[in-house]
């Protein structure tokens, strides 16, 4: 079992819609978790943080359920701009600082 | 600077020859991090330092590869004897290590092409 998954999409949604992105990982002692974006051709981005209360930022909210090991990322209203890749990623407890990316989930927002 | 910086951007290289890849982490960032990444494909670790050590190398795909880290702020990674399957890009992160929030920052990346 891939340490953390993500279907890969690409997910083709209209403009307005809301769209929402799981990541499963395996590893249940990780102890911070992050969904970064990526555009074509461009570097990874922090999008935002994961909490295990939940959290919110404009359109997106994320969610984290460590009992059945999965993060969530909700995208509303979705703009043709959030059209991306968007990269789970979560960091292990104890003394290793070596964060593990999901392989991410490709995101279309069409007129 | 403000973020981190790569150089170069492109590199185009003939099989055999070697590369020399460099990383200027943001400053402060105690941590630094190597990626490749393949065309359509998720990232790839190679290396990770902690100042200057480098505590795991395991991401490192062969002995061709190999990395190092200076005054705990510029990195390079050198491919010797490049081959026509280490054409991707090359991503660089730092991070402060702050407990609960390892956040990385990437640079643009170095493409290489290995003609």
Redesign the interface.
């Known amino acids: 079992r891939k340490e953390v998954e993500q279907d890969p999409g690409p997910f083709n949604v209209p403009e307005g819609a809301t769209v929402a992105f799981n990541c499963t990982y395996s590893n249940s002692a990780s102890q911070s978790f992050f969904w970064y974006r990526q555009d074509c051709r461009k570097e990874p981005k922090l999008l935002m943080s994961v909490y295990s209360s939940g959290n919110e930022d404009g359109r997106f909210t994320a969610q984290l359920n460590r009992a059945s090991q999965y993060i969530s990322l909700l995208i509303r209203d979705s703009k043709l701009s959030d059209s991306a890749t968007y990269l789970c990623v979560v960091s292990p407890s104890g003394g290793s600082y070596i964060p593990t990316f999901g392989r991410g989930t490709s995101l279309i927002v069409h007129p | 600077g403000a973020g981190v910086s790569q150089s170069p951007s492109n590199k185009v290289t003939e099989k055999g020859k070697d590369v020399e890849l460099r990383c200027d982490p943001i400053s402060g960032h105690t941590?630094l991090?190597w990626?490749r990444q393949r065309l359509g494909?998720?990232?790839e670790?190679l290396i990770?330092f902690?100042g200057n050590s480098a505590p795991?190398k395991s991401g490192l795909p062969s002995d061709r590869f190999s990395a190092e880290r200076t005054g705990e702020s510029v990195s390079t990674l050198t491919i010797q004897r490049t081959q026509q399957e280490d054409s991707a890009v090359y991503?660089c992160a730092s991070?402060s290590?702050q407990v609960?929030?390892?956040?990385?920052?990437?640079?643009?990346?170095t493409r290489l092409s290995v003609l």
Request: hydrophobic share 35%; glycine share 18%; no cysteine.
């Open positions: 941590a991090y990626y494909q998720g990232l670790f990770y902690q795991d991503l991070s290590l609960g929030k390892n956040i990385q920052y990437f640079g643009a990346g």
